[in-house]
């Protein structure tokens, strides 16, 4: 299924019955759908032309055309996983490491595969738009989401962006509350229902920053906070598959706003950038021990080189 389906189909029990119609409808058959005028899906929901287009908004997109083209994107791509057998595979007791091996490739290509299909282009320039010209960037993320806040921090602070990721609660409020104009807070959530996270991002967006959400795709307290909502794919679901694909699919959005933010501003982050690899590079060439390239075996073997070693003074 779909991210675009599947989020229809887990999010039904938050919507209006209007809403409920519409998605019944798309979901019964979403091949129909693309082929749809907006007046001929109102009428078969009874319901208006406006109603459709605020559902599409509800969704994220500009409107019932873009939802169309998305929509048509994201089939065309599931006939094409189902073919090959490449869809989504969880952990399963007794699998042969050759089958986990391709099944984590075939989750990791497919988290990346649908992401992309999602992205919003326009939603995506603005973000590095605002990122670049930020004075400073939050980063907030819990649990599995720090790291993926932790890894935009790394990329960060080589281009010398003014950053800090936080996975505290109380520090996320603390600093969210000096942001300002001119600042911008970017939240990691993959449910989007993260109290911490939701919390700190209204901080931030009420202390004048602007917001950046990155959550699953679909309707969420946090993409609806943010004014940016950024979205990865949604098919990841239960607790065997332990947030591996969604990370990716995550990482794969921060690859895209980092690599967007240097080209944008390549005269000013390529020499920060180059600047960084060559004192790290500086600092790992410097000489090392000289048993530091042994094995630990051969290290514990060898007698420290201490005075207590070395020939003892007669004093007899």
């Given at each position: 299924?779909?991210?675009?389906?599947?989020?229809l189909e887990q999010n039904q029990a938050k919507w209006s019955p209007t809403e409920r119609k519409l998605a019944e409808r798309i979901l019964a058959s979403p091949g129909e759908i693309v082929h749809m005028g907006i007046t001929e899906?109102?009428?078969?929901?009874?319901?208006?032309?406006?109603?459709?287009?605020?559902?599409?908004?509800?969704?994220?997109?500009?409107?019932?055309?873009?939802?169309?083209?998305?929509?048509?994107?994201?089939?065309?791509?599931?006939?094409?996983?189902?073919?090959?057998?490449?869809?989504?595979?969880?952990?399963?007791?007794?699998?042969?490491?050759?089958?986990?091996?391709?099944?984590?490739?075939?989750?990791?290509?497919?988290?990346?595969?649908?992401?992309?299909?999602?992205?919003?282009?326009?939603?995506?320039?603005?973000?590095?738009?605002?990122?670049?010209?930020?004075?400073?960037?939050?980063?907030?993320?819990?649990?599995?989401?720090?790291?993926?806040?932790q890894d935009f921090y790394q990329k960060l602070v080589r281009i010398g962006v003014n950053c800090t990721a936080f996975a505290d609660s109380h520090m996320q409020i603390t600093s969210a509350s000096s942001l300002a104009a001119g600042?911008?807070?970017?939240?990691?959530?993959?449910?989007?229902?993260?109290?911490?996270?939701?919390?700190?991002?209204?901080?931030?967006?009420?202390?004048?920053?602007?917001?950046?959400?990155?959550?699953?795709?679909?309707?969420?307290?946090?993409?609806?906070?943010?004014?940016?909502?950024?979205?990865?794919?949604?098919?990841?679901?239960?607790?065997?598959?332990?947030?591996?694909?969604?990370?990716?699919?995550?990482?794969?959005?921060?690859?895209?706003?980092?690599?967007?933010?240097?080209?944008?501003?390549?005269?000013?982050?390529?020499?920060?950038?180059?600047?960084?690899?060559?004192?790290?590079?500086?600092?790992?060439?410097?000489?090392?021990?000289?048993?530091?390239?042994?094995?630990?075996?051969?290290?514990?073997?060898?007698?420290?080189?201490?005075?207590?070693?070395?020939?003892?003074?007669?004093?007899?």
């Amino acid at each position: 299924m779909s991210p675009i389906l599947h989020a229809l189909e887990q999010n039904q029990a938050k919507w209006s019955p209007t809403e409920r119609k519409l998605a019944e409808r798309i979901l019964a058959s979403p091949g129909e759908i693309v082929h749809m005028g907006i007046t001929e899906l109102a009428e078969q929901c009874r319901v208006s032309p406006a109603a459709v287009t605020r559902f599409c908004k509800l969704l994220h997109f500009r409107g019932f055309p873009d939802f169309k083209v998305k929509l048509a994107a994201e089939i065309a791509h599931g006939d094409a996983s189902v073919a090959e057998g490449s869809s989504y595979q969880d952990i399963v007791a007794g699998n042969p490491l050759q089958v986990i091996v391709e099944a984590m490739q075939a989750n990791h290509l497919a988290s990346i595969r649908d992401t992309t299909s999602l992205l919003d282009l326009e939603r995506l320039q603005a973000a590095i738009d605002v990122l670049c010209r930020a004075r400073r960037v939050d980063l907030y993320g819990m649990a599995t989401s720090s790291i993926v806040a932790q890894d935009f921090y790394q990329k960060l602070v080589r281009i010398g962006v003014n950053c800090t990721a936080f996975a505290d609660s109380h520090m996320q409020i603390t600093s969210a509350s000096s942001l300002a104009a001119g600042d911008v807070a970017f939240a990691v959530s993959y449910s989007g229902e993260t109290p911490e996270t939701v919390d700190a991002l209204i901080c931030a967006g009420r202390s004048g920053a602007t917001t950046i959400s990155l959550t699953s795709y679909g309707s969420s307290t946090l993409a609806s906070l943010a004014d940016i909502p950024l979205f990865s794919s949604s098919l990841e679901q239960g607790m065997r598959r332990g947030d591996m694909a969604s990370r990716i699919a995550q990482l794969h959005i921060v690859d895209i706003l980092f690599t967007g933010m240097v080209s944008t501003r390549f005269k000013d982050f390529i020499p920060k950038l180059e600047q960084s690899y060559r004192n790290v590079q500086q600092y790992r060439h410097k000489a090392a021990p000289p048993d530091a390239a042994l094995p630990l075996q051969a290290r514990k073997g060898r007698k420290a080189e201490t005075p207590f070693n070395e020939q003892k003074e007669d004093h007899t």
